[in-house]
């Protein structure tokens, strides 16, 4: 029976190959634009997760109501009504009680690790050229074992901040915004002073242009000098044991404090709303692949059937029997389904790789080394392939039954 669907298949050449080049082709563009999309997604994820904390305790922000000032200004019977109300958010710009947060956090099992910083907006300068950015002030040891940003580091370590002296850790892309290298001395304040001088030990680059353009770090103690506050933290960044746990903590967390407590995804919320639509355009592009692969299928069997009614009516008359004719069009079905879907995925790993040679402009769609992120995710070739092998049997399916129900006196009736 095997060998005689082969037959068939090879004696239909033309229609054969059409039919599996559509399975090829569709099996391929589903490879190559997942490995794109994916690759895209695993790097910032990877970057996200790695080079931030899994959860981040801050300051509390209000929004700021008609009568949230009531209280402030007036006795608690009288009357309010305001000419212009007050608008506007009230920020703290310091956590009240840290040491709650590191007596609970010490004491919670889920938690690896955690690091207190002081974040603040601050400007840096190089002679005439300045620029704006976010100075992160942390213990050097501590914020080691929160992220992996000592993997990242382009030049110098990260542990040369130390614990003061002025050393800063600045993204690459922001050194050469302002002109500024390895081992040189610039100017940083907050405006609250004098511009205080600080030599650059090392920079870092993580391929997220934001944070590589507009961050640098330095000592906890001189990021508070820097902006007139000692003792002060507004941040509490947590590296948990499980990051999957990070969402239901965070909740769990906000709900019994005063502070804002987010989890990694709640504070990226923009990125992930991006890879959600990406998969939703994936798995579309999925669905129209099987369809057109299942109308392919479907086409060349039907008019084999319609074509072998006189094979499908001698097979019968010598002993075949119905299920025998639906296993021999099954078969077909599904040959041109392997075969598709094999060479198929050859030829979208070909194409990935070629994709991961192209050097792309520095940015978010770039690794390392500037060239394209690919993923080679084994899901995403065992999805291919299960996808073009299953839509190639289910559209044989229908041709098949039809080939089973014909009989030889009809098949003659029909031939006239």
């Known amino acids: 029976m095997f060998f005689l669907a082969i037959r068939q298949l090879v004696f239909r050449k033309r229609q054969t190959m059409l039919t599996t080049l559509g399975i090829i082709l569709g099996t391929a563009a589903y490879v190559a634009i997942s490995g794109i999309m994916l690759g895209f997604q695993n790097f910032i994820i990877e ?5 931030d904390s899994h959860i981040r305790i801050s300051s509390k922000e209000k929004p ?11 006795e608690k019977n009288e009357i309010v009504k305001w000419l212009s109300p007050p608008s506007g958010r009230k920020d703290n710009a310091k956590i009240e009680y840290p040491q709650g947060w590191f007596d609970r956090l010490n004491t919670d099992s889920n938690v690896a ?3 207190p910083q002081l974040i603040i907006q601050a400007i840096i300068r190089r002679g005439k050229v300045a620029q704006g950015i976010n100075m992160i002030g ?7 074992k929160v992220t992996n940003i000592r993997e990242y580091m382009a030049e110098g370590k990260f542990s040369d901040i130390g614990n003061s002296g002025n050393k800063i850790v600045a993204g690459s892309s922001l050194l050469t915004k302002i002109g500024a290298r390895v081992s040189e001395t610039v100017f940083i304040t907050s405006g609250k002073g004098h511009p205080i001088p600080f030599k650059i030990a090392g920079s870092f680059r993580l ?4 944070i590589d353009e507009g961050v640098i770090f330095s000592a906890l103690g001189d990021v508070q000098k820097v902006n007139q506050t000692p003792s002060q933290i507004s941040t509490i960044a947590v590296k948990l044991k499980n990051v999957s746990l990070a969402g239901k903590i965070a909740d769990n967390w ?3 404090g005063q502070d804002k407590v987010q989890s990694w995804d709640q504070a990226n919320a923009n990125f992930m709303s991006i890879f959600r639509t990406q998969d939703i355009l994936r798995n579309s592009m999925t669905v129209s692949i099987t369809i057109v692969a299942c109308f392919g299928i479907y086409n060349i069997l039907n008019m084999l059937v319609n074509q072998k009614k006189r094979e499908i009516a001698i097979l019968r008359s010598i002993g075949y029997e119905s299920k025998d004719i639906q296993k021999l069009f099954l078969i077909q079905g599904i040959v041109l389904g392997l075969f598709g879907g094999i060479f198929g995925l050859f030829i979208g790993y070909l194409a990935c790789r070629y994709y991961g040679t192209i050097k792309s402009a520095d940015g978010m769609l770039s690794g390392k080394g500037g060239y394209m992120l690919v993923s080679y995710d084994i899901a995403i070739y065992i999805k291919a392939f299960m996808l073009a092998f299953f839509s190639s049997a289910i559209a044989s399916f229908l041709p098949a039954r039809a080939a089973g129900k014909f009989t030889p006196i009809d098949i003659i009736r029909s031939e006239g």
């Open 207 to 210: 391929g997220i242009k934001n």
């Open 47 to 51: 970057q996200l997760l790695n080079n």
């Open 254 to 256: 906000a709900s019994t």
């Open 64 to 74: 700021i109501f008609a009568h949230s000032l009531d209280s402030d200004f007036f």
């Open 113 to 115: 690790a955690y690091s």
């Open 138 to 144: 942390a213990d050097v040891s501590l914020q080691e």
